[in-house]
């Protein structure tokens, strides 16, 4: 590839057998890439490891989490050697090339060095500029919900599998009733709910979807690209090239502290499981409150019956199969729009299920006739946050997500080690209905939350200080 030989070993590649493959071909240079906000602490353990080991190449980052910012203030001083970060692949080149020339490599390391200092005293001073506030204080100003003559709605398919049980004697327990499945779902119907601009952003194409298909800069680029998807979706739904699955689950929960309890069933005497949340703790600016997702479900104390729904869907089954026949044939091209139309069409999935939630199996919005733009833009009532992204950062509560809707036997997704849905083109996340829920940034948060949080969990300080390690308004002692 552009004259390197390029030993690509996949993905989720253990650390040790990265390192060795590196010995065995004599490697020039090591490149990583990282898709959840996991993978950046591997990314620090890998560069520890290398300095341990005695190397002394370069190890180039990039992925969708990683930044200039991390690498220099996290990554960088693990290592003696180079540490590069890069923005994406198309430029990993010129930056291999500078790094394997004897000319153009003290200029690029003393840049990088300069560089690194900069984004270091930044972000010292602006975490000691952060205030935090005591999480007991958060929790005092959390949302303002006037919960007095809110009546929640009763999902549909729960009050439906109620009124079966009683025709059918042998019903599997009373939460699995609460799931429903989706095998093989029409991808001519998810087509309809693409959101085209991530896929132009994802091809590096600057401009807003539909324009962009007109600009005098990147016009003929953008509809040679688009006409190029069309294509390819009509031969992925005519030949089943993929096939999309998922599942849903609405279950009677309620409010205890920062947390949610979901119940076994509407009788609400058994705990099944309880989802975790985290709250907003850095100062606000008066009048502004600080939010956690616990915010959105009835407290329990207000005697109130709520809800909460969780899913998990993909368009990646088959997909891999089909990328390695394109990459077999060296139509890399190909193989990388078939992988962008996957993620697209995950997350139509999860953009047409939920819409089916609000006016079908929840039903609270049954009269809901939006538009794909206003979907897009979710002018609806209800969010679908997601675990690992930024109102509910830590990704291990997909592990209770996964217990509660069976998703590895429902629709074939797997969990890995650190968290990552494969196949990848996957999404999962909670529904909440509440017309005051919304979604919002956690950030930083301070060491006593950390530490209860690492309570509630049953985990230790040092558990939580790395599964959270992004929001941490602190320097932790592992550090």
Same mark, same amino acid.
């Given at each position: 590839?552009?004259?390197?030989?390029? +030993?690509?070993?996949g993905?989720?590649?253990?650390?040790?057998?990265?390192?060795?493959?590196?010995?065995e071909h004599?490697a020039?240079?090591?490149g990583?890439?990282?898709?959840?906000?996991?993978?950046?602490?591997?990314? @620090?353990?890998?560069?520890?490891e290398?300095?341990?080991q005695?190397f002394?190449?370069?190890?180039?980052?990039g992925?969708?989490t990683?930044?200039?910012?991390h690498?220099?203030?996290?990554?960088?001083? #693990?290592?003696?050697?180079? =540490?590069?970060w890069?923005?994406?692949?198309?430029?990993s080149?010129?930056? =291999?090339a500078?790094?394997?020339s004897?000319?153009?490599?003290?200029?690029?390391?003393?840049?990088?060095?300069?560089?690194?200092?900069?984004?270091?005293?930044?972000?010292?001073a602006?975490n000691?500029?952060?205030?935090?506030?005591?999480?007991?204080?958060?929790?005092?100003?959390?949302?303002?919900?006037?919960?007095?003559?809110?009546?929640?709605?009763?999902?549909?398919? +729960?009050?439906?599998?109620a009124?079966?049980v009683?025709?059918?004697?042998?019903?599997?327990?009373?939460?699995?009733?609460h799931?429903?499945?989706?095998?093989?779902?029409?991808?001519g119907?998810l087509r309809?709910?693409?959101? %085209?601009?991530?896929?132009f952003?994802?091809?590096?194409?600057k401009?807003?979807?539909?324009?962009?298909?007109?600009s005098?800069?990147?016009g003929?680029?953008?509809?040679?690209? %688009?006409?190029?998807?069309?294509?390819?979706l009509?031969?992925?739904i005519a030949?089943?090239?993929?096939t999309?699955?998922?599942? +849903?689950?609405?279950?009677?929960?309620?409010?205890?502290?920062?947390d949610?309890? @979901?119940?076994t069933d509407?009788?609400?005497?058994?705990?099944?499981t309880?989802?975790r949340?985290?709250?907003?703790?850095?100062?606000?600016r008066?009048g502004v409150?600080?939010?956690s997702?616990?915010?959105f479900?009835?407290?329990?104390d207000?005697?109130?019956?709520?809800?909460?729904?969780?899913?998990?869907?993909?368009?990646g089954?088959?997909s891999?199969?089909?990328?390695?026949?394109? #990459?077999?044939?060296?139509d890399?091209?190909?193989?990388?729009l078939?992988?962008?139309?996957a993620?697209r069409?995950?997350e139509a999935f999860?953009?047409?299920l939920h819409e089916?939630?609000?006016?079908?199996?929840w039903?609270?919005?049954?009269?809901?006739?939006?538009?794909p733009?206003?979907?897009?833009?979710?002018?609806?009532v209800?969010?679908r946050?997601?675990?690992?992204?930024?109102a509910?950062?830590?990704?291990?509560?997909?592990q209770?997500?996964w217990?509660?809707?069976?998703?590895?036997?429902?629709?074939?997704?797997?969990l890995?080690e650190?968290?990552?849905? %494969?196949?990848?083109?996957? @999404?999962s996340? %909670?529904y909440?209905?509440?017309p005051?829920s919304?979604?919002?940034v956690?950030?930083? +948060?301070?060491?006593?939350q950390?530490?209860?949080?690492?309570?509630?969990?049953?985990w230790?300080?040092?558990e939580?200080e790395?599964?959270?390690?992004p929001?941490?308004?602190?320097?932790s002692?592992?550090?």
């Amino acid at each position: 590839c552009n004259n390197y030989d390029v +030993i690509d070993l996949g993905v989720m590649v253990p650390a040790q057998k990265i390192l060795d493959a590196a010995k065995e071909h004599d490697a020039d240079v090591i490149g990583l890439s990282g898709l959840i906000t996991p993978s950046l602490d591997e990314m @620090v353990n890998f560069a520890s490891e290398m300095e341990r080991q005695g190397f002394n190449i370069p190890l180039m980052i990039g992925g969708a989490t990683t930044s200039r910012a991390h690498t220099a203030v996290k990554v960088d001083k #693990k290592y003696h050697g180079p =540490v590069i970060w890069v923005k994406d692949a198309s430029r990993s080149v010129p930056v =291999v090339a500078a790094l394997l020339s004897d000319e153009q490599r003290p200029a690029l390391l003393a840049d990088l060095q300069v560089d690194y200092d900069s984004l270091r005293e930044r972000h010292a001073a602006r975490n000691d500029a952060k205030k935090m506030i005591p999480i007991a204080q958060a929790r005092d100003d959390r949302t303002p919900i006037d919960w007095t003559g809110y009546k929640p709605p009763r999902p549909r398919l +729960i009050a439906q599998q109620a009124r079966d049980v009683h025709t059918d004697d042998h019903r599997p327990p009373v939460h699995v009733q609460h799931v429903k499945t989706f095998h093989d779902y029409s991808l001519g119907e998810l087509r309809r709910y693409i959101d %085209w601009q991530p896929f132009f952003n994802a091809w590096e194409m600057k401009g807003k979807y539909p324009d962009i298909l007109n600009s005098p800069a990147s016009g003929e680029a953008a509809r040679k690209l %688009w006409e190029d998807a069309q294509t390819m979706l009509d031969a992925l739904i005519a030949e089943k090239w993929i096939t999309a699955s998922g599942v +849903i689950g609405l279950f009677p929960a309620n409010g205890v502290g920062d947390d949610t309890q @979901v119940y076994t069933d509407e009788s609400r005497l058994e705990v099944l499981t309880t989802l975790r949340h985290l709250r907003q703790q850095t100062e606000h600016r008066p009048g502004v409150p600080h939010r956690s997702l616990a915010d959105f479900v009835a407290p329990k104390d207000t005697g109130l019956r709520d809800y909460v729904g969780g899913f998990a869907v993909t368009a990646g089954l088959g997909s891999g199969a089909k990328v390695a026949e394109f #990459k077999g044939a060296l139509d890399d091209y190909s193989a990388i729009l078939l992988e962008s139309l996957a993620d697209r069409l995950a997350e139509a999935f999860a953009e047409r299920l939920h819409e089916r939630v609000r006016t079908e199996f929840w039903g609270y919005q049954p009269d809901e006739a939006l538009d794909p733009e206003s979907l897009i833009k979710e002018k609806y009532v209800g969010i679908r946050p997601a675990p690992g992204y930024p109102a509910c950062p830590e990704h291990t509560e997909k592990q209770t997500l996964w217990e509660l809707l069976d998703a590895k036997a429902n629709t074939g997704i797997e969990l890995t080690e650190s968290m990552a849905m %494969w196949p990848g083109a996957s @999404v999962s996340g %909670w529904y909440f209905s509440h017309p005051q829920s919304q979604y919002f940034v956690l950030g930083h +948060i301070g060491r006593d939350q950390v530490e209860e949080y690492a309570q509630r969990k049953g985990w230790t300080v040092a558990e939580a200080e790395k599964w959270l390690s992004p929001n941490l308004g602190y320097r932790s002692d592992n550090e």
